[in-house]
């Protein structure tokens, strides 16, 4: 069965340094997604991405985070400066379609700014 | 914008017995219901979903109940085993827009 992959598993930077989450959702999925969960706490909705271009975004979501499909397989998250508050797991989701479709959760990146 | 809320945050059972997770969503635009697994350090995964145009839902062990005029729904795990052990997220999401809300979690414990 196909899953999301995500990489790396791990991250570790330094505060005010920028990285760069990888994803490669299910193949013929339309619809991307990054959430986070900060640890102990529940997962966030961060942004929604469809025919390269972003269709919704929290207020999480804010100038310091990107998000781009360089190709026809990947799906990145860019940080550019990271802060300490931004140390969470980061999942990337895919879903075929739109609405109340399913989403399927790659296995996140453990991201930790110092 | 949806709010989420779930309960109990955790949930204590022996092997063999019921369990049940609560959850309440804020948003009647609300029209679809998953719920995922999460095992330590892993990621969630989709266990049982509902739309709003059914009440009940079942899957082996696995049925989810919802109430549409209440806005709550509810997953019922029966003859719990040790594996079943994991936090349960519940979710909601709108036809119009399908980002999840996700509650809170609840962390169940299925003691042998």
């Known amino acids: 069965e196909p899953e999301v992959t995500q990489t790396p598993s791990h991250q570790v930077t330094q505060m005010g340094q920028e990285v760069i989450l990888r994803c490669v959702p299910i193949?013929?999925?339309?619809?991307f997604y990054w959430y986070r969960q900060i640890l102990g706490q529940k997962v966030e909705f961060l942004v929604s991405?469809?025919?390269?271009?972003?269709?919704?975004k929290s207020e999480i979501f804010d100038d310091q985070f990107s998000v781009e499909r360089p190709d026809g397989s990947n799906f990145t998250l860019k940080i550019r400066s990271t802060k300490l508050e931004d140390s969470a797991m980061y999942f990337c989701a895919s879903s075929r379609d739109r609405g109340p479709e399913t989403q399927y959760f790659g296995p996140g990146t453990r991201l930790l700014v110092l | 914008g949806e709010n989420v809320e779930q309960h109990p945050s955790t949930l204590s059972v022996q092997e063999g017995d019921s369990a049940v997770i609560k959850c309440t969503y804020s948003d009647s635009a609300s029209n679809y219901f998953p719920w995922y697994k999460q095992e330590l350090g892993k990621r969630p995964q989709l266990i049982i979903d509902?739309?709003?145009?059914?009440g009940e839902k079942k899957d082996q062990r696995i049925a989810v109940t919802l109430n549409k005029t209440a806005k709550h729904f509810s997953l019922h795990i029966t003859e719990t085993q040790p594996e079943d052990s994991a936090v349960y997220f519940c979710a909601a999401s709108k036809a119009a827009g399908n980002k999840l809300t996700f509650g809170g979690g609840t962390r169940v414990l299925v003691k042998p």
């Open positions: 509902i739309r709003s145009n059914v």
């Open positions: 193949s013929n999925h339309l619809y």
């Open positions: 991405f469809y025919n390269n271009e972003i269709s919704e």
